[in-house]
């Protein structure tokens, strides 16, 4: 079991009264936050508009109108639309503050803390209370803020963050605390385009996986239906 001494005026200052935020991890990302040659600014200092948590909405039996997006429809790799509620467009334009926007970066509050992805549709959409909108200034690339968000960097400081053993939850005003490395525009592109790349890359792999797999369960019924090239 890992020991560690920590002062109560660094317990007040991080707000969170567990072990992990003080951590052999996390002061090793700290570490290395220390050491970017670019600047390190809260997420709060990144977005042109204020922050908004979702509402909770109650599930509609409808199977068609306004989507409205929840945890389980964010994940590294984008947005889906499996198993979503509806709004009609009425409701939609009475909820306002939850709409979503093309560039919108939505971050997952609960469950799986600080995984996002950006809402890259023209289509409405609203979202629901287990996310968080971020509108981000013109100098902030919204891939990028995701990327940074979904690597082992930004999810070892989000954990540091977090609330909760069973069910993690990271706040708003915490998510708002979170420091991202802001190099300049053109190389937030290049990184976020870079990452892209190899998710994309990983995605073949995988899909190339399964279907070997699938070529190597069915290879005795080849066999003995005719035999094997």
């Known amino acids: 079991m890992e020991e560690t001494l920590v002062n109560v005026s660094e317990l007040r200052k991080k707000g969170v009264w567990h072990f992990l935020p003080y951590s052999k991890q996390a002061s090793h990302t700290a570490a290395l936050l220390q050491k970017s040659s670019f600047p390190v600014q809260p997420v709060e200092t990144l977005v042109r508009e204020k922050p908004i948590r979702g509402y909770a909405m109650v599930s509609s039996d409808a199977n068609e109108g306004v989507p409205v997006l929840a945890g389980k ?9 499996e198993e979503v509620d509806y709004l009609t467009p009425a409701a939609h334009e009475k909820l306002r503050q939850t709409q979503v926007q093309r560039g919108d970066v939505l971050v997952k509050l609960v469950a799986q803390p600080g ?5 890259a549709y023209t289509e409405p959409a609203n979202f629901n209370s287990h996310l968080a909108r971020l509108r981000l200034k013109p100098e ?3 891939e990028y803020l995701v990327s940074y968000l979904n690597s082992d960097l930004g999810q070892s400081l989000i954990r540091s963050f977090t609330t909760g053993s069973v069910r993690p939850v990271i706040t708003l005003a915490a998510l708002l605390n979170l420091p991202v490395i802001v190099p300049p525009l053109a190389e937030q592109r290049r990184i976020a385009l870079k990452a892209r790349s190899l998710a994309q890359e990983a995605t073949k792999l995988r899909e190339n996986a399964r279907e070997r797999q699938e070529e190597a369960r069915h290879l005795f019924s080849e066999l003995l239906e005719g035999g094997i090239e």
Do not use: E, K, R
């Open 73 to 81: 429809n964010i994940a590294p790799g984008g947005i889906n639309f």
């Open 115 to 119: 995984v996002a992805a950006v809402y």
């Open 140 to 142: 902030v690339d919204p």
